[in-house]
C-alpha cells in the first residue's frame, strides 16, 4: 500500500434507482494534496463525500480510506458539513461543538477534563474564535459557526478532510478565511483534502487538482487542465465558455440545473442504505 495515499476510488458509480450520478471514477488522494470537487447542481459532489463517510454505498467499484474500506464513523476523516446555521435557542456553545469533535462519539455525558479542555482552546485558537467561544452558538454570524465547524471537524486528528460547500453564503472575506483556515489544517497535519465548491475562485491558489462532475461523467486535473472551455464543453455537451480575468476564472454557458435535483433530498444519505 502506498502509505502517501489517503482515498483510493476505483472504478466508481454510484446510481439511485435508474438514475446514474458517476461512474468509472478513479481518484487518489495524497496526504497534503487539495482537491476541489467542482460540478452542476445534482451531479453528485455531496453524494460522493458521502460515499466516503460510509452514509451511502457505491453502486459498483470500490473506495477505501488509508488501506480499509469505508465505514461509518471513521475518525480518520474529519467532515465538514454543508452549512446550515444552528437554530435559535440551542442550547450549545462555539466550544460544546468542538468538544464533540473529540468526543462525539462516545455514549453517554463525557466528563470535561483539564486535557480535554486543553484540546479544546488548542482547536479554538488554530481556527481564531477563542473571543466568541462560550457565546451560544446560534448567536454567532454564519462565518464565526462555520470557523468552528472547521475546528471540530480536526478534533479528532484526521488524516482526510471532507468540505462540503464551506463557503456557502459568506461574504467574500469570509470566504477567504475559511480557505486559508483550511490551508492551514492541511499544510499543518499533512491532510488530504476534498473541497466541494460552486466557485473555484476563493480556494484556486490552494487548489492542487480539480474534480469536476457533470452529466455522469468527470474529469479530473489541475484547474489549467480542467478548467476550460474545451473541457467544459465536452463534459457539459454545450458551449461552455471558460475566461480568465485577472486570475479569476469565469465560466458562462453552463447549461440549466438538474431537472431531477430536489436540494431536499440530498439532507438524506440514509434513504438508499440497506
Ligand atoms: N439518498 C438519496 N436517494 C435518492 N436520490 C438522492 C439521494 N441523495 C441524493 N440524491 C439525488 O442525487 C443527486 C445528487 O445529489 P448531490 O447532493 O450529491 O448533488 P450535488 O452535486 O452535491 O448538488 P448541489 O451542488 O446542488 O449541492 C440529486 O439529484 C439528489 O436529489
Given at each position: 500500500m502506498d502509505t502517501d495515499v489517503v482515498l483510493t476510488v476505483e472504478r466508481a458509480a454510484l446510481r439511485f434507482g435508474q438514475r446514474?450520478?458517476?461512474?468509472d471514477l478513479d481518484l487518489q488522494v495524497r496526504r497534503g494534496e487539495l482537491i476541489a470537487v467542482l460540478g452542476a447542481n445534482g451531479s453528485g459532489k455531496s453524494s460522493l463525500l458521502k460515499v466516503v463517510l460510509g452514509q451511502l454505498r457505491v453502486s459498483s467499484g470500490t473506495v477505501t480510506v488509508l488501506g480499509s474500506t469505508v465505514r461509518r464513523g471513521d475518525r480518520r476523516i474529519g467532515y465538514v458539513p454543508q452549512q446550515r446555521l444552528a437554530p435559535?435557542?440551542?442550547?450549545?456553545?462555539g466550544r460544546d461543538l468542538v468538544a464533540l469533535g473529540i468526543d462525539?462519539?462516545?455514549?453517554g455525558i463525557s466528563h470535561p477534563s483539564r486535557r480535554r479542555r486543553q484540546q479544546v482552546n488548542h482547536l479554538l485558537a488554530s481556527v481564531g474564535?477563542?473571543?466568541?467561544?462560550?457565546?451560544?452558538?446560534?448567536?454567532?454570524?454564519g462565518g464565526e459557526q462555520q470557523r468552528l465547524r472547521i475546528a471540530q471537524a480536526l478534533a479528532a486528528d484526521p488524516q482526510l478532510l471532507l468540505c462540503d460547500?464551506?463557503?456557502?453564503?459568506?461574504?467574500l472575506p469570509h470566504q477567504r478565511l475559511i480557505c486559508d483556515l483550511v490551508d492551514q489544517a492541511r499544510h499543518r497535519l499533512n491532510l488530504g483534502v476534498l473541497f466541494v465548491t460552486h466557485d473555484i475562485n476563493p480556494i484556486l491558489d490552494k487548489v492542487d487538482r480539480v474534480l469536476y462532475i457533470a452529466n455522469n461523467r468527470f474529469r479530473i486535473g489541475t484547474p489549467d487542465e480542467v478548467m476550460t472551455s474545451e473541457v467544459l464543453t465536452d463534459l457539459f455537451d454545450a458551449p461552455v465558455e471558460v475566461i480568465r480575468h485577472k486570475g479569476r476564472i469565469l465560466v458562462a454557458g453552463i447549461p440549466d440545473q438538474d431537472p431531477y435535483h430536489h436540494p431536499a433530498d440530498a439532507l438524506d444519505g440514509e434513504k438508499v442504505l440497506r
Open positions: 446514474m450520478l458517476w461512474k435559535d435557542g440551542l442550547p450549545l456553545r462525539g462519539h462516545r455514549w474564535a477563542e473571543t466568541y467561544a462560550s457565546a451560544s452558538l446560534s448567536s454567532l454570524s460547500e464551506p463557503l456557502l453564503s459568506l461574504d
